[in-house]
């Protein structure tokens, strides 16, 4: 068949009504203030490993959030913890982190 | 013989009651803890919307309350009911007895040293939006010279459980908006950041100062709330944020930074609060009786609120408020 040069890209929209929301469910339980987080971005502007790996807590949260894989960009966290002291939402960002991985074990 | 009302607390709120009681035949006594009228809106330079000059609505009400009976300097040391009346002692040995009371206590600014990431009191060039009003006002400050760039950090202090206060403050990112363009007036050179979570501009005409500030005056806005703040070698201040529309760590050099305190609750109105048996909101505010029909109300009959004691008031919302207490205390006073 002749090549015309097109091919199908894979949509980027975020269907709703497909996502799976099983980790994020579980950590709703676990973690219940995931649910408060008003995405103020504090936590990445405060974390040691953001400007140097991409890493943010936000966007962990907000990947959750819409069924997204977030073990990626979790590899960067170091667990220091800074984030947790700047949230004015008061969710304990170190402790969720723990947690997410405890749902992909 | 007419009934005795007590105003307590002389801002903009107890002044527009007392003149609307005075205008219904009543002649009430204010009693203010400070040495002057006029509460928080005597320190504010230009009012949004209109830019009114705040110091033109103080003397306004000034006059108008001539009648009045003023006790400034003055506190309430004790209030208790006795029947249908109220006794209030006065620190200066007066007491009256008064058929109703019309607590208008207003609020406190949040006190921006408490949050330490910021460096409000650590760090020279660090001010406050009340030090801004100031500044506009004439007076001099020294740790404001002719910056090349300002930031201003909304939410100081308010919707953050971490300082106690989950509430949104309300008049803030409009204050924010006005100085951010009356700064850049001041000084045209000076690129300016406001570093907001989510804009509230909720008001008459509060979106045009947005845009204004926007197009008119290229104020920088970014979606971010500051997690910190430092100060560089060469003395300018390094502020961090997450820009979060474009996903990345920002940083920025500022020679002025403006932590838009928010307003919170008074404390100074606990001693009264127990005496008189009132309730306090879960925001730490007079709780009102009903939040939509009863909001002047509390829960003791014969005791009213008026303005920003119940929570966070534009100025035209205290004195709409004030004008509306002053016709339930007429009424009450009819019908008992
Ligand atoms: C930075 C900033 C800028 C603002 N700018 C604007 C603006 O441009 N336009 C606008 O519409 N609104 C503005 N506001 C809101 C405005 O300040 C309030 O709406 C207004 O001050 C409320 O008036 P009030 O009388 O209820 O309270 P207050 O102004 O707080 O007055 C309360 C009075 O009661 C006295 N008092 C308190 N406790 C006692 C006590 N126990 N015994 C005796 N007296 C007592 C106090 O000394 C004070 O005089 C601004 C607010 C802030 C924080
Ligand atoms: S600091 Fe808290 S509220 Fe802000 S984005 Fe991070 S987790 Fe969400």
Redesign the pocket.
Known sequence: MADFGFKLSKSSTLDLDKVDLKVYNLLCKTDPDIKTCMACGSCSATCTAAPFSGMSMRKVILALQRGQDVRPMLGKCMLCGKCTMVCPRAINTRHLILSICKCYD | MKDNIVI???????MEAARQLIALGHKPII????NS?????AS?Y???PDMTPASEIIARLTKEISDANVFTGT??LSMTKDKDTYSLTLDNGVTIAAKAVLL????H?FDASKKEEYGYGVYDKVIT??DL?ALFRGEKDARIDNPKAVGFVHCVGSRDLKAGNSQC?K??CM?AV?QAIEMKEKFPQAEIYCFYMDLRLFGKKYEDFYINAQRDFGVHFIRGRVSEVGETFDGRLQVKAEDTLAGKPLKVQVDTLVLM?G?VC?P??SD?VRQARLDIDDDGFLKSRNNIFDILESNRPGVFY????TGT??????LAEARAAALEIHNYLKDG
């Open positions: 307590i607390g002389g801002g903009v709120a107890g009693v203010e803890k400070s009228l006029g509460g928080h809106v504010w230009k009012l949004f506190k309430v208008a206590t207003g609020f600014l939006n009340r009003e403050s008049v803030c204050t006005k305190s307003m008074n100074t109105v009264l008026a303005g920003a004691c008031k534009t100025v035209p919302e205290t």
